[in-house]
Nanobody, 114 residues
């Protein structure tokens, strides 16, 4: 069973930065398209950023220019660098690995507040 473990969440002030990491185990990382989703209380889960096996990326309009997704196939890890964070970025962030099915991590809390 493929496992995804996120880390790097926490409390940060508006304008600050965080880097989320997601390590994939028990799978062939290089064959998965990877993504980051988030869900705030009372809201639906939404796609934040995605990266294909070839390194092509896509972003939600709300995070373009502030967030960067990247992957390191040698480390079985996908990252989400989040800069200029805003209170509306507060959510639980989930990592996904998309192959013949989609695998989800357990989520990591990001709170942006002064």
């Amino acid at each position: 069973q493929v496992q995804l473990v996120e880390s790097g969440g926490g409390l940060v002030q508006p304008g600050g930065s965080l880097r989320l990491s997601c390590v994939v185990s028990r799978g062939i990382f290089s064959i998965y398209a990877m993504g980051w989703y988030r869900q705030a209380p009372g809201n639906q889960r939404e796609l934040v950023a995605g990266i294909t096996t070839g390194g092509n990326t896509n972003y939600a309009d709300s995070v373009k220019g502030r967030f960067t997704i990247s992957r390191d196939n040698a480390k079985n890890t996908v990252y989400l660098q989040m800069n200029n964070l805003k209170p509306e970025d507060t959510a639980v962030y989930y990592c996904t690995a998309q192959g013949t099915r989609t695998y989800w991590g357990q989520g990591t809390q990001v709170t942006v507040s002064s």
